[in-house]
């Protein structure tokens, strides 16, 4: 099958560039870079035998390949992930993280900027710390900051509309400048500080203050120094939990890799002033690149997105591609982050924690898989399904009185949700409350035929009793898919009538499954349920929210529906809108003076 290949190869460019392998379907199944194509491709096909995984499994699948030419190596760098983000080939290391960690964003572009929770980072100026590996995390650092230092806590709405100082500056945790007129250079110092303890900076945050605190009692200015003072105990007392890792104090991150069979799991050690700030792992479940592979794909994919770089990386495996990957961050991020293998000395004792730390988490990973595993086994055979429900797709509706009637769907892959796959839908049906109906509509749009945009799932099911339970087998049965996966429906306990647990209709069986002693099943497939529920839920709750700014702009003069979209666009809602300036509601695309001045005008008869 590589004949035609191997004939190909000889028109191949000697030059930089990109290559693309291809299936029997013309499908990209891999893409990769080199500084001599010909030479590269030729390594895949004539050689006779692969020493890594990937390449031997690959070699299986390839039926054409195809190259682009690039001037340098490093135009091929960037083309190649422009590539494999566009087509996100099968055989590529993909760095997926479904999480968006929290990050600290200090809006430096303000006068007087405070500290928000963020979970999307942008190019808008200002400052970001992070990520923090929870919610938790990075509300403790919030409060710690609120403790020790006096930034303002309101958002920009009501700093802007604020007309007494709040309860925070009362009890001196806030400067007030909302309210009292605060010296933007008193301001700005203190930002520095905050900066500077962010940053992991505590050791030469604490020396600076006790300079000021020694300058300050110097010039009799007692009460100040008494101030400074009790600054540096609370961030001595922040540093002692803190864990130093390194002594040189420098920034950086460490990298480790562990395996188990065919799952990988990446751990990043977020190393700043010599402090351990935090980590980050990165699962893989079909993992057979090896580990320079998986190296070179995370230090692209990981620091592309990343605001800012440390000065090292260093890693557990050595990467031919680290001066070319070093310079082309140093181009696109404006920093330089130098890459290192450690062979020796202190820098291999952080290779060797990282990779501890990422063998403790796969180790983790794997028990819970395992656990899970044999919970859906028990799940199959207590409501006797053909096949393992890998994939549980549930179904609920929500609407009021009939009003703004949605759905919501949830999927849950080896017993964990997969929030890649959720989907909402707005029902086309006007047929006031009727949840069979609305059931029906949701059924039909989620598997009407050609529609392959997600699998076919192992096991449905669908909030209600028996009747919405027909409803859907109905469907199924029109669509030519009863039969194909197993359906059943969940039923809140009806207390009335002495009943203790929510039921589990199936399709052939007049009563509710009897769970017996296993009620961790019901709890797993009521934590489904619920999980549908509050997606259904908040989705209607948008489109409520929605119908009610539109129905409000509608009604003003000069706001039609391309000016409403790009003013919700964005401000977000009514609030964002009513705390913008004059200035920012003409910065708008396609507003005017009159129209903006109207919608001032309005808003403030609506507040």
């Not at 039926?63 to 690039?70: N, Q």
């Amino acid at each position: 099958m590589l004949e035609p290949l191997k004939e190909k190869l000889s028109r191949v460019s000697r030059g930089p560039g990109v290559y693309l392998m291809k299936d029997a379907a013309d499908r990209i199944l891999y893409v990769g870079k080199a500084l001599n194509l010909r030479s590269r491709l030729s390594s895949y096909f004539i050689k006779r035998h692969h020493e890594d995984l990937k390449t031997a499994v690959l070699l299986e699948h390839i039926r054409d390949f195809e190259t682009i030419v690039t001037a340098t190596e490093q135009e091929a760098l960037i083309l190649e992930s422009t590539l494999i983000k566009q087509h996100q080939p099968r055989y590529n290391v993909i760095l997926r993280d479904d999480k968006r960690y929290p990050v600290l964003r200090l809006d430096t572009t303000s006068p007087y900027p405070n500290l928000t929770i963020v979970r999307r980072i942008v190019r808008d100026g200002a400052l970001y710390f992070g990520p923090y590996p929870s919610a938790k995390a990075v509300r403790q650092t919030l409060q710690l900051i609120n403790k020790t230092f006096q930034l303002r806590k309101c958002r920009k709405g009501k700093f802007q509309h604020r007309s007494r100082p709040c309860l925070h500056c009362q009890m001196g945790q806030c400067l007030g400048p909302c309210c009292v007129q605060v010296s933007p250079e008193v301001y700005e110092e203190m930002v520095r500080e905050v900066v500077l303890f962010l940053s992991g900076r505590t050791t030469d945050l604490i020396r600076k203050i006790e300079a000021d605190m020694v300058a300050a009692a110097a010039e009799q200015e007692f009460e100040r120094a008494a101030v400074l003072r009790d600054k540096v105990r609370s961030l001595r007392h922040i540093a002692e939990k803190q864990v130093v890792v390194s002594p040189d104090l420098k920034d950086r991150d460490v990298l480790g890799i562990a395996r188990s069979g065919e799952r990988c799991t990446l751990t990043l050690l977020i190393i700043r002033g010599g402090y351990l700030m935090g980590q980050r792992h990165f699962d893989f479940k079909n993992c057979i690149a090896p580990d320079d592979e998986m190296a070179t794909a995370f230090i692209r994919q990981y620091y592309e997105k990343e605001p800012s770089l440390p000065e090292e990386l260093l890693l557990p495996t050595a990467v031919a591609d680290a001066p070319l990957l070093a310079q082309w961050l140093k181009e696109s991020k404006g920093g330089r982050l130098r890459i290192l293998f450690p062979r020796r000395g202190e820098k291999t004792r952080l290779v060797a924690l990282a990779e501890q730390n990422a063998e403790n988490h796969l180790k983790e990973l794997v028990a819970a898989g395992n656990a899970e595993r044999r919970l859906l086994e028990r799940l199959q055979r207590r409501l006797k399904l053909d096949s393992l429900p890998m994939r549980i797709e549930c179904f609920d509706n929500s609407h009021i009185q009939g009003a703004n009637p949605v759905s919501g769907m949830v999927v849950f892959e080896e017993g964990k949700p997969k929030k890649s796959d959720y989907r909402t839908y707005k029902m086309r049906l006007d047929s006031g409350p009727d949840d069979y109906a609305l059931m029906a509509e949701v059924m039909g749009r989620r598997f009407k035929p050609g529609n392959r945009e997600m699998p076919i799932p192992d096991l449905v099911m669908v909030d209600g009793g028996r009747g919405q339970l027909q409803i859907a087998r109905k469907v199924l049965a029109s669509l030519g898919l009863e039969g194909q996966f197993a359906l059943v429906a969940i039923a809140k306990k009806d207390e009335r009538r002495g009943e203790t647990r929510d039921k589990i209709f199936l399709r052939d069986r007049a009563n509710p499954v009897n769970f017996g002693d296993a009620e961790d099943l019901l709890l797993f497939l009521q934590r489904i349920r619920d999980e549908a529920h509050r997606f259904a839920i908040g989705f209607h709750r948008r489109q409520r929210r929605a119908a009610a700014i539109g129905s409000v702009l509608d009604s003003i003069p000069g706001i039609g529906e391309r000016r409403k979209r790009a003013l919700l666009k964005r401000f977000g809602g009514l609030e964002g809108i009513r705390a913008a300036s004059m200035a920012e509601l003409l910065s708008v695309s396609g507003m005017t003076r009159p129209a903006a001045e109207a919608l001032k005008r309005a808003l403030v008869d609506i507040s």
